[in-house]
């Protein structure tokens, strides 16, 4: 082939890679904020809680980890991962990247000691196989993969956790034969119990049975409370247990759905995608056959209640389950999420959003006002009754921010006027004894504006604030919020300071160190979103930022940010750069992923007039991308209205081009 051929094939290959657009993108819009004011308490608040943060966290890891990254001490594998599940989450709010590395390091040492090497045995301490539980509930599961989900948001580009994403999802795609957890035909996982070793045909029911998370109602009709101490009615009742409910697919496994849509974001491949929807359309299928109610029991056959006469109750961690609701309900917001972020159809909310209704087409109303649905359901009927959780509905509203959604988070405060909450008194205490009170008795009101939840597993407790910020009665929240985690930041090192028990002592009697890094204020004044639900869940923020100097995710040093607004087609961003010296630069974002399309921007401009005195004028650019570019001179503020087109973009992990 002659100079000229080769010439003229490789101008050839540019105008093509110039047609789809791999040579050159299309150029982010920038917007340079001119106004300068002083700076509100909140965005002071926010950068003062990530530096006190940062040094809490200096302390923490010296103590409690090894050179390597592991942990000093043993403990389960979820346990162990929880110690740092939120660093990743820590840096891309805008913290040192040594928190990124060493929650990079502690994934990878966890995950080393807690897998078995001869002549290691695989016991509670080492529960890992190919750097995956080997079996185990898929909430728990859910737990300890958070972290690996976390990591990422930093750095989605690392070719072992890439190859990891991949591995783990296809436990579950049986691209793994020593782990057949799925049944293509039937669409439906295995058992209660799954992992890198497969689906498990026996688990332990002196637990699952004694704590009240499943029951064998009508098989066995009343169960003898000794029963675990006769050997052979315990035998016996083993047996039983196993053919009711660990061989069948229960509403937890929708938590998987998280794992296999982390590998899509990662990879893009469809074989990912469209694992989600069919999982989720099949369990959608089985609540319409089931008269619109959640069966939490399939059969291997895909009939509900197969093993229970047809009963669609009494599975593992369901209707009957002492936190069944809390455990389903997080599984199935995880799936609807998942589902319309890779679809795109709103039609998956509908997962979730039937069964709320199913709760509150059920709510009572008590003397005072309360309003109190059903937590379980038992031979009795519906029991239990509590006030509503706001994590799910709240989770809903953001992924959908229509007005009927929003509408139901309304009505609920309405009737919602006192304490205990749905985990708090006798609920919120881990007993043998699983039987619930009768009859609601309300405490002290609750005051949705007030409650400023210390810690950052929440359950959904810091959402009643958050979401009386949006609807304009609560302005004080974005600076509470802070100054709640900067609060609980300093109780957990005191606790730390003055513990006196040496490091193995304090792991050997279960007492897992408390994470001083505490990141929902952060993330939800920082990205307008709700806490990340905690098992499985993704994270659901309106808007991300990238440092386009560090070349890093995160805000840039000196900048805080707010979502002062969130509507279905547009959200409000507050920037503030409290360098009197440096001018900062960053990418905005549409979405946690890049779902979201950005239409246009609408911000003022200030001019200086002749007289030495400023006047401002409204400005709107088009923007039609998920990225914008804001370029922050010192000490400047910029208030920047974004539209916004929700779910129309596929989405990945990838970060915006920061050459």
Known sequence: MTYIQNLSIAILGLFFLKSYGQVEREPIPVIEANTIESPPDWAIMQRKLVKAMEEAGDFYWDRFTHEGGSTIGEGPYDDLYEMFYNWPDFYIVGAHQRFYKRALAAYNGITRTNTPYPPDKGDYHHRLYKEFPTHDDFFHISEGMTLFYNLALGNPSIPENVARA????????????????????????????????????????????????????????????????????????????????????????????????????????????????????????????????????????????????????????????????????????????CAYLVSGDEKYLGLVRSQIDQLLKRAQTTKEGQTLVPYRRNKKGWHSYRPMMIRDMVHLWHASMNDADRHRIEQMHKGHKFRPLNMEGLWGKNTLDHLDKEKYEPGEPFDWSREMVQGDRTMGKSEYARFMFYTGENPDWPLEALKADFQEMTNRMELMRNDTRKISEITGDDTYPNNPILIKALQQTTMGTPQTIYFGGLLRATVRYFDVDRKRPGLPEDVSALIEKLEKNKSTVHLINLSPVHKRRLFIQAGAFGEHQFTDVVFSKA??????????????????????????????SIQLHLGMQRFVNKPSYDFPPME
């Open 166 to 337: 991949k591995r783990f999802a296809g436990f579950y795609l049986n691209e793994d034969p020593e782990a057949p957890n799925f049944d293509a035909e039937h669409t439906l996982v295995k058992s209660i119990f799954t992992g890198s070793k497969g689906p498990l045909a026996t688990s332990s029911a002196v637990y699952n049975l004694r704590y009240g998370h499943a029951s064998l109602y009508p098989i066995v009709k009343d169960l003898d409370p000794d029963w675990h101490e006769n050997p052979a009615r315990a035998s016996e009742i083993q047996r039983l247990y196993d053919s009711i409910t660990t061989r069948t697919d229960v509403p937890v496994n929708l938590g998987i759905t998280g794992l296999i849509t982390n590998a899509y974001l990662y990879t893009g491949e469809e074989k990912y995608k469209k694992w989600v929807l069919d999982y989720v359309d099949t369990w959608m299928q089985r609540i319409e056959r089931n008269d619109g109610i959640l069966p939490d029991n399939v059969g291997l056959d895909g009939k509900i209640g197969q093993y229970r006469d047809g009963q669609w109750w009494g599975g593992l961690y369901g209707w009957y389950g002492r936190y069944g609701v809390m455990m389903m309900y997080a599984s199935m917001s995880v799936a609807s999420e």
């Open 607 to 636: 001019t200086k007039n002749d007289d030495g005195t400023f006047s401002t004028e409204g400005r709107k650019q088009s923007i039609n991308g998920k990225y914008v570019e804001v370029v922050m001179p010192p000490a400047s």
